[in-house]
């Protein structure tokens, strides 16, 4: 089957959809994998409405930013980054939103449900650096311990008693502030989602990569695909919504299959998997997350789908 993804692949112009299993292999959790614990995330109807669901999310986000941002790029990220250089891929749409892609090299990437690294007012715009917004946490917060095990691929964490928990506001306006990110029950930004639709009509084939196509800007994703009759390819481990609209699936780990991928369809692609050490949550002192303007603006116009399905 493999060999048969590389025959439908090569000489065509790729479009690429990645999920949370594109980043397990750099210490990020997949969140329907094997193993994965059970997850209720937060709703932004919940966000906006409650003080203390806000203290319960920023608590855990806040558990989790060290680890989240201390996570490097992994093999399947510098496969699709060689890929984009080659002229492979035309860039990757994805549902992280760690900024592996861009950290990696990615020159055309298109975060569909935001990113970790900014934080943006709910009344008046204003977007802060993540870092920044960290730091004031633990200076507002000394008693809280930030250590974590375990985290979610959006880099929450458990929590426990939150009470004394002091939120960040908007040094602005003082308005309500959270990551830059599109929460479930919000709306992926109209802007954000035409761009990854030109990445789509640009192509000759769509590759979708560790994602089981759960959510609904994956599916939509697929389903342009389909009309415009392109050839999907799906490498995913275990079943995807998807499956059935795939010329070929793979039920594989996604940076293995993204090397070989690469190996096989872009000259010096061969070195892939020796360039660096596995990426893996790092100290912060020395994480290597990318700068804020090398991610696509944030859209102000009309939203246009649910975030999920």
């Known amino acids: 089957m493999l060999g048969r993804a590389v025959a439908l ?12 299993g594109v980043s397990t292999d750099s210490g990020l959790p997949d969140y329907r994998g094997a193993g994965s614990p059970p997850r209720h995330p937060m709703t932004i109807a919940e966000f906006r409405a409650s003080a203390a669901a806000r203290r319960r999310y ?18 399947g990220h510098r496969a699709l980054a060689l890929l984009g250089r080659a002229g492979a891929v035309t860039g990757v749409a994805t549902q992280n939103v ?26 008046c715009g204003q977007v802060f650096a993540r870092d920044a917004v960290a730091e004031r946490i633990r200076r507002d917060n000394p008693w809280f311990d930030d250590d974590v095990a375990q985290l979610a691929p959006d880099g929450d964490a458990e929590v426990g ?10 040094t602005v306006c003082g308005g309500i502030l ?14 954000v989602f035409r761009l990854a639709s030109s990445l789509v009509a640009a192509s000759d084939a769509l590759l979708v990569v560790g994602s089981s196509l759960v959510v609904n800007s ?16 799906i490498v995913n481990r275990g079943a995807t919504r998807g499956d059935g609209r795939a010329v070929v699936k793979l039920d594989a780990g996604a940076s293995q299959t993204l090397a070989v991928l690469c190996e096989r369809l872009v000259p010096g692609g061969n070195g892939i998997r020796t360039q660096r050490k596995e990426g893996g949550p790092r100290d912060k002192a020395r994480s290597r997350a990318p700068r804020a303007d090398r ?12 975030h999920p399905a």
């Open 295 to 306: 991610l696509e603006p944030r859209a102000a116009h009309p939203r246009l789908e649910r």
């Open 161 to 170: 008693d939150v009470e004394r928990f002091v939120v960040p506001s908007c």
């Open 9 to 20: 692949l090569a000489r065509r112009r790729i479009a690429v959809l990645t999920g949370a």
């Open 178 to 191: 959270k990551p830059e990110v599109v929460f479930f029950g919000e709306t992926i930004p109209r802007d």
């Open 218 to 233: 994956g599916i939509r994703v697929l389903e342009q695909a389909r009309r415009r009759r392109l050839p999907v390819v």
């Open 98 to 123: 760690d900024g592996l892609h861009l950290a990696a090299g990615s020159r055309k990437v298109v975060p569909l449900h935001g990113t970790m690294h900014r934080v943006v007012c709910l009344t």
């Open 58 to 75: 920023w608590a855990g986000s806040q558990r989790g930013w060290r680890l989240f941002s201390g996570a490097r790029p992994n093999t």
